[in-house]
């Protein structure tokens, strides 16, 4: 699935902290999956500050991630946790759109 540097920053934050061993593991494979690497890291020049992550938007490169089912379950239902709980962000909504089929 191609996803945007805000799609993977959004999934990595959305993602339980909490779970079996099971479903932990399929949580960690799938954050290294999202995250960048030092190439990536480089291009796209993040800067934090108070006012949040930013990047080059330039350099916003989709990247290819390969997400099985049980990783995108996890993913839709932690959407679907914070949409019950009214703590999604408009922000939040396309990265949704993407693994949430109501």
Do not use: C
């Amino acid at each position: 699935m191609k996803l945007s540097v805000l799609d993977r920053l959004i999934i990595l934050n959305v993602l339980p902290k909490e779970n079996d061993v099971t479903t932990l593991r399929i949580i960690r494979k799938l954050k290294e999956e999202l995250s960048f690497t030092e190439q990536e890291y480089k291009m796209l020049q993040f800067v934090g500050d108070e006012k949040g992550l930013r990047w080059n938007i330039e350099a916003d490169i989709e990247k290819d991630v390969e997400i099985g089912e049980k990783a995108t379950d996890i993913i839709a239902e932690a959407f679907k946790t914070l949409s019950s709980q009214k703590k999604l962000h408009e922000e939040h909504l396309g990265t949704y759109d993407k693994f949430v089929k109501e």
